[in-house]
T-cell receptor, first 115, second 112 residues
């Protein structure tokens, strides 16, 4: 079974609008962490946001927020007020307690922001 | 800022060649990682190291080996490159076990 599932291979969003990128995960661990990374065409992976399984509040970092629904095992990334520079691949990743610092990544979503 | 650098952005090698991919980080991080990235599959962990001369297999270690002789440097070795190892290779580092991983720019390897 897939540990991290990103069901949207590609998405379009109009500049200045908000967009939600979906991520569902599968783990039996109680202790885990969820990450979102951005990969522009240059190739470098840029860390965006982190949510721990015990965090009660949804994580936020500037225009990025993580909609964490533990019972549904989802950790969707919300980007508010999209900008042209947000066009990139976005990856959801999970760290499970028993795997230490090893990350499992989803297949990614390509976001394209239209002017 | 954390800086992770990789020796080459693009590399072309022939089947059967021995290939070295080098990664250097400048933030005194304990942990270093090698991933490969393929379309639709995301990133998959090949090997990681949590200390000098220490290494652990990741999810897809077959056909690869690693070396960490100094804390700042982590090398990925393809002993005999094959065409199915054509991929993007990404190196990452983190300070501690639960800390965020920071990535280098990647090396796109083509094996002919």
């Amino acid at each position: 079974a897939q540990k991290i599932t990103q069901t949207q291979p590609g998405m379009f969003v109009q500049e200045k609008e908000a967009v939600t990128l979906d991520c569902t995960y599968d783990t039996s661990d109680q202790s885990y962490g969820l990450f979102w990374y951005k990969q522009p065409s240059s190739g470098e992976m840029i860390f965006l946001i982190y949510q721990g399984s015990y965090d009660e509040q949804n994580a936020t970092e500037g225009r990025y927020s993580l909609n964490f629904q533990k019972a549904r095992k989802s950790a969707n990334l919300v980007i508010s007020a999209s900008q042209l520079g947000d066009s990139a691949m976005y990856f959801c990743a999970m760290r499970e307690g028993w795997r230490g610092n090893m990350l499992t990544f989803g297949g990614g979503t390509r976001l394209m922001v239209k002017p | 800022d954390v800086k992770v650098t990789q020796s080459s952005r693009y590399l072309v090698k022939r089947t059967g060649e021995k290939v070295f991919l080098e990664c250097v980080q400048d933030m005194d991080h304990e942990n270093m990682f090698w991933y490969r990235q393929d379309p639709g599959l995301g990133l998959r962990l090949i090997y990681f190291s949590y200390d000098v001369k220490m290494k652990e297999k990741g999810d897809i270690p077959e056909g690869y080996s690693v070396s960490r002789e100094k804390k700042e440097r982590f090398s990925l070795i393809l002993e005999s490159a094959s065409t199915n190892q054509t991929s993007m290779y990404l190196c990452a580092s983190s300070l501690g076990v639960t800390d965020t991983q920071y990535f280098g720019p990647g090396t796109r390897l083509t094996v002919l």
